[in-house]
């Protein structure tokens, strides 16, 4: 049987966020998809169309998963995450929440 595919989404503000939660959902037996860096945090300068272009690479990161986990750390959900769920729930995926 296949393990679930599970693409971590959150500002990646929230590094070790995503850092525990690859780790967590890979111990869980998930095959886990993560963002490709931390942008701001790792003084990378992005241009607007790379922002485009990781943004896009997300949305198909989303279509291959069986559900997203939303690292929503204190509470938080910015914009980009908040179109990330709404694009995973109109494809049909499920849709967890690091925080209740």
């Known amino acids: 049987m296949k393990p ?41 300068n992005l241009t607007e169309q790379d922002k485009q272009m990781l943004g896009d690479l997300h949305k198909r990161k989303i279509d291959i998963s069986d559900e997203i986990l939303v ?7 910015g914009k980009s995450t908040e179109i990330e769920i709404q694009y995973a729930r109109e ?8 925080e209740a």
């Open 4 to 44: 679930p595919v599970v693409t971590l989404c959150g500002s990646i503000k929230f590094k070790q966020a995503f850092i525990d939660a690859n780790y967590n959902e890979t111990m869980m037996g998930n095959i886990v998809l993560s963002v490709g860096g931390f942008g701001h945090s790792e003084h990378l």
């Open 71 to 77: 690292l929503n750390v204190g509470g938080y959900i």
């Open 91 to 98: 494809k049909g995926k499920a849709v967890r929440f690091l």
